[in-house]
């Protein structure tokens, strides 16, 4: 019996501690969301600055945001709503920002947005961006209790880091060349390739005309009713032959 109240003794006493510890561990703290990320080095992205009270109740904070001015700009610093009155500054690469509640001596706890800011990239490379903090300094950053109290974790706080560039590998068309058609023999029936010929064209030479008084000479070619008959006629051949046996006949009766 002893043993086990020992036992259950020093067991409480560990959770005890472990609880303690992590409760000092979980302090007040700012940090970025996103901490990192890809952007473009011609367009702008949005960063939250979030506040987590820990467990304490906070009345107030006081934020300083140092960031690469010679890759960064700020476009734009919107209440996050966590308190809800805000102003900002900006100067130099480094945003200071005021925030509280509307009502005097008001405490909030718990994890919310403090301020969305709007960055835009002017230069390629890795920007970083961290909170202006030391513990016992009221010139930076600082968490306040409604007791006037800087419950700020320094070493709790985030930073970010972010990479700005133009995507890699984007791919470039390549004009395609276009194929000039071939002509396609055609098949002809029984399975013969027809080979297209040329289709002769007749040229019509021009015939020259006698034109009255032109001085032009006409060469006319003879019709078959111009041409001299050759041969010797029917009627002709009896004539010459009677008249030959006349001639004998006549030298026959002399003799």
């Known amino acids: ?11 409480s006493f560990f959770i005890a501690s472990s609880f303690g510890v992590n409760a000092v561990s979980a302090g007040p703290r700012l940090y970025l ?34 960031f690469d001015s010679t890759k960064l700009e700020i476009v734009s610093v919107a ?7 805000m102003q900002h500054t900006i100067n130099s690469g480094l945003l200071t920002i005021y925030a509280y509640p509307k009502q005097a001596l008001q405490t909030k706890t718990g994890v919310g947005v403090l301020a969305k800011v709007t960055f835009r990239a002017v230069s390629s490379g890795t920007a970083t961006a961290s909170f ?19 419950v700020i974790d320094c070493a709790s706080n985030g930073s970010g880091s972010y990479t700005l560039g133009d995507s890699p590998g984007t791919p470039t068309s390549t004009p395609v060349p276009t194929s000039t058609s071939t002509p396609v023999p055609t098949v002809a029936p029984g399975g013969s390739t027809a080979t297209p010929t040329s289709t002769p064209v007749s040229t019509s030479t021009p015939t020259p005309t006698n034109t009255p008084g032109a001085g032009a000479v006409s060469t006319s070619t003879p019709t078959s009713s111009q041409l001299p008959e ?15 046996l006349m001639v004998l006949l006549g030298l026959a009766i002399a003799f």
């Open 230 to 244: 050759t041969g010797v006629e029917v009627p002709g051949l009896i004539l010459l032959l009677g008249g030959g």
């Open 132 to 150: 202006l903090c030391q513990t016992g300094s009221d010139s930076d950053s600082n968490i306040w209790t409604a007791q006037g109290n800087d």
């Open 33 to 66: 969301e996103p901490s990192s990320g890809n952007f473009s080095s011609s367009g702008s992205f949005e960063v939250e600055i979030k506040i987590d009270s820990g467990q304490e109740e906070i009345m107030a904070t006081d934020t300083l945001l140092n």
């Open 79 to 85: 209440d996050g709503g966590f308190f809800e009155e």
């Open 1 to 11: 019996m002893k043993i086990r109240k020992i036992i259950l003794f020093f067991l």
